[in-house]
């Protein structure tokens, strides 16, 4: 078992940065890959970075590439997305999840991830 906790939402103009975190416990942090997705009304969940169990592998969606960051401090069991240069359109609630069944990989699919946490609300204004 699992729970992840995000924070660091918040509303910010668009150009501006946020960093939203993901603190894990329950299980050995570095055992396991972890994802953020997001959600926007009237829209399905989808991927927007992960990251393997060492930090070595990451993949972005394509619409993120660039402008946003994971990261993973294994020491203090939390993920982190930087955000930059967000777009009105980065607008949505933002998930953490946790792959348990290939540390090594990076899953881009909600099918992946065995476990979520509650989600963390980003607004951004033009």
């Known amino acids: 078992q699992v729970q992840l906790v995000e924070s660091g939402g918040g509303l910010v103009q668009a150009g501006e940065s946020l960093r939203l975190s993901c603190a894990a416990s329950?299980?050995?942090?570095?055992?396991?890959?972890m994802g953020w997705f997001r959600q926007a009304p009237g829209k399905e969940r989808e991927f927007v970075a992960g990251i393997n169990w060492g930090g070595g592998r990451t993949s972005y969606a394509d619409s993120v590439k660039g402008r946003f960051t994971i990261s993973r401090d294994n020491a203090k069991n939390t993920v982190y997305l930087q955000m930059n240069s967000l777009k009105p359109e980065d607008a949505a609630i933002y998930y953490c999840?946790?792959?348990?069944?290939?540390?090594?990989?990076?899953?881009?699919?909600?099918?992946?991830?065995?476990?979520w946490g509650q989600g963390t609300q980003v607004t951004v204004s033009s």
């Open positions: 329950g299980r050995t942090f570095s055992s396991y890959g």
């Open positions: 999840a946790a792959d348990f069944r290939g540390p090594t990989r990076v899953t881009v699919t909600t099918h992946g991830y065995d476990y």
